[in-house]
């Protein structure tokens, strides 16, 4: 009997096999993950990759939509306060403006007035995390400053025109504030700030110019409806940004699940192939076994 010893070598070559993939089987049964490697699965491995980029760059979306978002909350119910006050305000000078006061009571209302007007430049200086959130682009400056040397006072804006955005992922924009500028000057008639500083000087004196003080309230009526206007702007920034979080966060739970999918091990599937390794192992030793020692006795009898 003649056996051929590159068969044991072969055998040899296959056991080695068989036991580098029973190694795979068990990491994978033990980590939960199929592909660990490029090499193992160079298809599965590069949509991996994708799907994790666009995991991230939601995850970034979602980390700068919370930050905006309280900054948004902010600006909007910092302009709802300021409708109420200019609300107010023109409640306050159309009662002025009926000619039944006396002159204290004018006075009182250009007081009265003058609170509204610091009460809205504070809402108009309103910061959020430190930031001031009217100054356009230049967020560490305070937008507005009153200058009372004349009369009527002047108030003026220290920010830009700068409006910021915030780029969802996919590719569309939103705008996240409106230049403090825009919504309280307005220009001519619709300035929040001259309409105020009018009236305040309108009624000083206690006595009341009926034509003049009149078309200041009527422009303070303007800027409240510009105001209105501009709060529009925010409500609907914050309206889109809660509608593509949504979004955003429904692609993330489908992504996520793919990306598992892709990569997870299916644990009974491996649990069969590691059981046939092991069985396949077994099978070649005991061939190895069995060609070595017929080899041996083949030799003996040689001798």
């Not at 902010?74 to 306060?81: K, R, Y």
């Not at 023109?90 to 403006?97: G, V």
């Not at 955005?165 to 309280?184: A, E």
């Not at 009149?214 to 409500?235: G, I, K, M, P, Y």
Request: cysteine-free.
């Amino acid at each position: 009997m003649r056996v051929n010893p590159n068969y044991v070598s072969n055998l040899a070559d296959s056991l080695n096999q068989v036991q580098a993939t029973q190694q795979q089987l068990t990491s994978e049964l033990s980590s939960g993950v199929r592909v660990t490697s490029l090499s193992q699965d160079p298809l599965a491995a590069g949509e991996n990759v994708l799907l994790l980029d666009q995991i991230r760059r939601d995850d970034t979306f979602t980390q700068s939509a919370s930050l905006v978002q309280g900054r948004l909350q902010v600006a909007d119910s910092a302009l709802g306060s300021v409708v109420t006050q200019l609300t107010q305000a023109i409640s306050l000078a159309t009662s002025a403006n009926n000619g039944t006061m006396n002159a204290d009571n004018v006075k009182s209302i250009s007081s009265q007035i003058a609170g509204i007007l610091n009460e809205v430049q504070s809402l108009a200086n309103s910061s959020y995390q430190g930031q001031y959130i009217f100054a356009g682009g230049q967020t560490s400056t305070q937008p507005f400053t009153t200058d009372s040397a004349t009369s009527p006072a002047v108030t003026t804006y220290n920010g830009d025109a700068d409006v910021n955005y915030l780029s969802m992922p996919n590719g569309q924009r939103i705008q996240l504030n409106v230049p403090g500028d825009q919504i309280f000057l307005g220009g001519g008639s619709k300035s929040v700030f001259a309409a105020l500083n009018n009236l305040v000087a309108d009624y000083a004196s206690g006595t009341v110019d009926t034509a003049r003080a009149v078309s200041d309230t009527q422009a303070l009526n303007t800027a409240l409806n510009f105001v209105s206007q501009q709060r529009v702007t925010v409500d609907n920034a914050i309206n889109r940004l809660t509608a593509a979080s949504g979004d955003v966060s429904s692609q993330q739970t489908q992504l996520t699940a793919a990306q598992t999918n892709l990569m997870q091990a299916d644990v009974a599937q491996v649990s069969t192939q590691l059981a046939l390794a092991e069985s396949q192992q077994t099978a070649l030793e005991n061939v190895i076994v069995q060609l070595e020692s017929a080899s041996n006795s083949l030799f003996s009898k040689l001798q």
